[in-house]
């Protein structure tokens, strides 16, 4: 199974889906905070997730509940660039375990992963849009009963297509 996006549309097997991207479209992402949804083929690694806002989770993925000291680091001068962290950390990251739904499910893409290059961007995720689907600084959001309905037919195989 896998999904395409393509103009603020998520195509998922028979499903035409509204999304939220980048503020700047969908593009060569260039560095950290370029606002642009990074054009390519990309592999899910895993999802994390809100046990306590979301139960039964039914996936064949591997799935990590979001404690409340867990971030994404998305300061290029630590080693632990765009990877999943556990804080306190003196560098800068972007916390998970938030009061808005947002993150309540996050598909991590490998977008910048295996290598790792600095300032190249980080946290490309597919998470829960805002109200009126506001853009987003380079994720994809969708509406959270859609993202626990495409979960469902995920396998490690699987991939998501930013075209």
Not at 44 to 65: C, E, F, G, H
Request: charged fraction near 35%.
């Amino acid at each position: 199974m896998h999904i395409l996006i393509k103009k603020k549309k998520l195509i998922f097997k028979d499903y035409r889906i509204k999304c939220a991207l980048g503020k700047r479209g969908i593009g060569v992402k260039k560095k950290e905070g370029d606002l642009i949804t990074p054009l390519g083929l990309f592999k899910i690694k895993y999802i994390l997730y809100r046990k306590d806002r979301v139960k039964n989770l039914i996936t064949s993925l591997k799935k990590i509940p979001i404690t409340k000291k867990m971030g994404w680091c998305d300061d290029s001068n630590s080693k632990k660039y765009n990877q999943l962290i556990k804080y306190p950390s003196k560098y800068s990251f972007e916390k998970l375990y938030r009061r808005d739904n947002v993150y309540d499910i996050v598909i991590v893409l490998n977008y910048n992963m295996n290598p790792t290059k600095k300032n190249k961007g980080s946290a490309i995720f597919i998470h829960i849009a805002k109200k009126n689907y506001k853009n987003t600084e380079g994720c994809v959001a969708i509406k959270k009963t859609e993202l626990i309905k495409i979960a469902k037919y995920l396998k490690i195989k699987s991939y998501v297509r930013i075209a």
